[in-house]
């Protein structure tokens, strides 16, 4: 027999977004491994501040469902003279923040908002880089550990492109659901008769307003979660000239005033279960 792709030996990293996706390769890693993971072996999920309150309770139904401990972390900076240890916070299902928190201190940071314009770093410092500097505070060095993703088989675009970014070169990337030919379709199914689920209508996705998915998906959006706008436009009046997405939160409000309603099933090849890492270039959360 072959090796099981989820059997993962450590020192590794497993980012676990909140999402249906990487939670399904939660599970079948911790069953490859008979429910209790390698001491080396460590699960993460970065909280942004701003992902969907059903998310979080997902994530902590997963951790006490499974008996999987899961590390919530939050950016604090990214600045390389402060020590790596105090460069996040570890939280956890109650204390963890629900105002948008760490995002706030990164837009800070950068005196700046992510954008089609600035770039689109919300990923690359709110999660990818928390979760590596979690790991170096344990003292592993980027290279030293394998970064376990929840990239799909109907995904493989981004299986390909991540390796073949140079700033991934030293990273040791693991695709498990990838390698075992796990589709959208599989996970769906899956979850359909699993005893919970995420709260969370097909379409919408963990980051409520995500602004770097498509026109049509923002404007669904905006229609299902509106109390979540005003966060999203205050701070795009406040860095004026900027949006955070190609079409500012004040025009896809406009949208959705205007344009004709569109059930979610439309909506899907746009937005589909998203997963932070699924849709910033930086990658991997």
Same mark, same amino acid.
């Given at each position: 027999m072959g090796v099981n792709p989820y059997r993962i030996e450590g020192p590794a990293l497993i980012s676990f977004s909140g999402g249906r996706t990487s939670a399904y390769?939660?599970?079948?890693? +911790?069953? %490859?491994?008979?429910?209790?993971?390698p001491d080396d072996?460590?699960?993460?999920? #970065?909280?942004? *501040?701003?992902?969907?309150?059903?998310?979080?309770?997902?994530?902590?139904?997963?951790?006490?469902?499974?008996s999987v401990r899961v590390n919530w972390l939050e950016f604090v900076t990214n600045r390389k003279r402060v020590p790596v240890e105090e460069r996040f916070n570890v939280v956890g299902y109650n204390s963890a923040s629900r105002g948008g928190e760490p995002f706030l201190r990164l837009i800070a940071l950068k005196k700046a908002i992510p954008s089609t314009v600035s770039?689109?770093?919300?990923?690359?410092?709110?999660?990818?880089?928390?979760?590596?500097?979690?790991?170096?505070?344990?003292?592993?060095?980027?290279?030293?550990?394998?970064?376990?993703?929840?990239?799909?088989?109907?995904?493989?675009?981004?299986?390909?492109? +991540?390796? %073949?970014?140079?700033?991934?070169a030293k990273r040791?990337?693991?695709?498990?659901? #990838?390698?075992? *030919?796990?589709?959208?379709?599989?996970?769906?199914?899956?979850?359909?008769?699993?005893p919970f689920d995420l709260g969370l209508e097909r379409g919408t996705g963990n980051c409520g307003q995500c602004p770097f998915l498509s026109r049509k998906a923002r404007v669904a959006r905006v229609r299902l979660f509106p109390e979540d706008v005003p966060w999203w436009s205050d701070l795009e009046r406040a860095h004026r000239g900027f949006t955070?997405?190609?079409?500012?939160?004040?025009?896809?409000?406009?949208?959705?005033?205007e344009s004709p309603l569109l059930p979610l099933s439309d909506i899907e090849a746009d937005a589909a279960e998203s997963e932070c890492f699924g849709w910033c270039d930086r990658s991997a959360a």
């Open positions: 390769m939660l599970w079948h890693i +911790l069953d %490859a491994h008979d429910g209790k993971l072996v460590h699960v993460c999920f #970065a909280n942004t *501040g701003k992902e969907r309150e059903e998310t979080l309770r997902f994530v902590h139904e997963c951790e006490t469902r499974w770039g689109r770093w919300c990923t690359e410092y709110l999660k990818v880089s928390t979760m590596a500097d979690f790991m170096g505070a344990l003292g592993y060095r980027e290279g030293a550990f394998s970064d376990v993703i929840g990239f799909r088989a109907d995904e493989y675009d981004r299986v390909i492109e +991540l390796p %073949a970014k140079p700033r991934n040791r990337l693991v695709f498990p659901l #990838a390698t075992v *030919g796990i589709r959208k379709a599989d996970i769906l199914t899956w979850w359909a008769s699993h955070f997405g190609e079409d500012s939160f004040a025009d896809i409000e406009r949208m959705a005033r």
